[in-house]
């Protein structure tokens, strides 16, 4: 006697269909939300490879300009000319040496790092204010223009002391401590500053004893 | 009897087969991309890890070098601040001074991003001491009756006393009361070599300079070389050879290996100024620093803090460590760095 289909058997087999077919779905799900992450055109993936490379060579010129013993970095943000108020050689105080080439090693190596590509880049020092409640204080070294939001930054620190002298070819032999840190001329507007013989420097001395200041040299890439 | 029944039996076993190997299909699909998701994940997980850990890597070797470079510019600094300070004073300074960079260096990294960091002086691995004369004098020793002419500041010929390296010495000479004759300074090796400057100033005694002339077992037949003055003053460092006012160079001491067995100054009193000697020697019972007035090597016994302008020794710290901590959120680093304040 011919046997009749079980209607269990086939009701099952439809059931196990439908959970498996609703697995296939999800994982397929899963998988392609996931590969969305990592899809190169996604996230700004490749902009980061680009950015990435960047942040790689601003760290490089950094290390190079300012990783030897011979101060490089240092004599940089000492370069200071009293009479222009901005450093020896730069344009003007509001964007320093501006599209001008920076003097020194660091000069040469952002030249032909950045400048060579068609990069654009900003270059400030940022140093600690002697009131501690005040907020980091910065003086541009060489202004190029608003950097885009890709932009990259690195940073190097350099330790000022004391007895150290200003490295620009008018700075005569006074030593950092010596200097006014008020920008008014003789010191008109700035009640609180005290009164120094040599000059205006924007450094202050803002630690005690033989440090002066931890200077932070800042350069942001575009 | 048709059997209608059969073709519909034998079309059920077909489709419970056709079941049977969609189910299979499905199930090997199923794998297939599980496994893929399993790889894509931990090949995602690792880029990000790996990545985020270098990006530090530059900021952490910056602060470790410049934090050790600024550490030995202040120990450098701090020795030769007070010569009347004990060792235990000078580790003192060292210490304060370090914490206050420590903080400096601290608000700066907090106030561009969410980083700590800390330097602080853990201790002082070796001492050395300064034979110091701190005011203007001829370069004579104070010896009772008459000053003498002809001594050494180090004479490491007792039996039990080591040569020592040398890591500073600078003449800060007044050519105002510098004659015209030759004094002369001479350093031997504990290998023999040698090495002798003849100081003189120019022009029989009234010229503007100071001349140089070098000799010695390494050094070749050389014309003497005039280093100006910058308010009747010549700064001469005799180790690498230079002088900080003027372009004049000459053979630096340098030029011999060390340890250093002697430094003899002969007829010191045509030579005037200040000097700084720094050897890695002590006076603690386990090293000695010799010196001979003309009677014989013996141990130096004129200490600085009798305050008075003659030579005489301090202690300085010759190694020193410090600790090193860096701390973000994806980097904790701790490190111990040895600081040789002199390099010999």
Do not use: H
Request: proline share 4%; charged share 20%; net charge negative.
């Amino acid at each position: 006697m011919r046997r009749q289909p079980d209607p269990d058997d086939r009701g099952q087999a439809f059931t196990l269909e439908g959970i498996i077919s609703a697995i296939i779905v999800l994982t397929a799900l899963l998988y392609a939300l996931q590969a969305v992450v990592i899809t190169p055109t996604t996230g700004g993936t490749v902009d980061q490879g680009v950015r990435t490379e960047l942040q790689r060579q601003a760290d490089d010129v950094l290390s190079l300009a300012g990783g030897d013993d011979d101060g490089q970095l240092s004599e940089l943000t000492r370069n200071w000319s009293q009479s222009r108020r901005t450093f020896y050689g730069a344009v003007n105080p509001n964007i320093g040496f501006g599209n001008q080439r920076l003097p020194g090693e660091l000069g040469t190596l952002l030249n032909g790092t950045f400048d060579s590509r068609d990069r654009q880049y900003n270059v400030v020092m940022r140093y600690l204010p002697k009131d501690e409640s005040k907020g980091i204080q910065q003086t541009a070294i060489a202004s190029r223009g608003t950097p885009s939001d890709s932009s990259v930054s690195a940073t190097y620190r350099v330790t000022l002391y004391d007895n150290m002298t200003l490295t620009s070819p008018t700075a005569g032999s006074a030593e950092l401590w010596q200097y006014d840190t008020c920008p008014a001329v003789n010191g008109e507007d700035c009640p609180d500053s005290e009164s120094y013989q040599s000059g205006y420097y924007p450094v202050p001395n803002a630690v005690d004893g033989a440090v002066y200041n931890v200077v932070e040299i800042r350069v942001i890439v575009w | 009897m048709i059997d209608a029944g059969r073709p519909e039996e034998e079309s059920n076993g077909f489709d419970r087969r056709g079941q049977l190997l969609l189910v299979g299909a499905v199930v090997l699909a199923i794998i297939i991309l599980g496994l893929s998701v399993v790889v894509n994940t931990v090949l995602f997980t690792e880029n990000v890890g790996t990545g985020e850990a270098r990006v530090e890597a530059p900021a952490i070797e910056e602060f470790s070098f410049e934090s050790q470079k600024s550490a030995r510019s202040l120990m450098l600094r701090l020795n030769a601040a007070d010569r009347t300070d004990t060792i235990a004073e000078v580790d003192e300074s060292i210490s304060d001074q370090i914490s206050a960079y420590s903080d400096a260096t601290a608000r700066s990294y907090a106030a561009s991003g969410t980083v700590f960091v800390d330097i602080e002086y853990s201790e002082t691995l070796d001492e050395g001491t300064r034979i110091v004369q701190g005011t203007d004098r001829k370069f004579t020793y104070p010896a009772s009756g008459s000053d003498e002419p002809d001594w050494d500041p180090v004479n490491q010929g007792l039996g039990s006393v080591n040569p020592a390296n040398l890591g500073w010495m600078v003449l800060n000479v007044n050519l105002r009361n510098t004659s015209g004759d030759q004094a002369t300074l001479e350093i031997t090796s504990e290998g023999g070599e040698n090495i002798e400057y003849r100081f003189n100033r120019s022009d029989g005694g009234n010229g503007p300079n100071l001349r140089v002339n070098v000799s010695g077992s390494t050094v070749s037949g050389t014309d003497a070389v005039a280093c100006g003055s910058v308010s009747g003053r010549v700064l001469l460092d005799l180790r690498t050879g230079q002088a900080f006012s003027s372009d004049c160079t000459f053979e630096g001491i340098n030029e011999i290996d060390g340890p250093y067995e002697r430094i003899r100054i002969t007829n010191g009193d045509n030579l005037a100024g200040q000097y700084d000697i720094i050897v890695n020697e002590n006076d603690s019972s386990s090293e000695s620093i010799g010196f001979d007035d003309g009677s014989g090597p013996e141990d130096w016994d004129r200490d600085c803090t009798s305050g008075d302008g003659g030579p005489c020794i301090s202690p300085v710290v010759w190694q020193g460590q410090i600790d090193l901590a860096y701390r973000s959120a994806d980097v904790n680093f701790g490190t111990v760095r040895n600081i040789t304040v002199y390099d010999p």
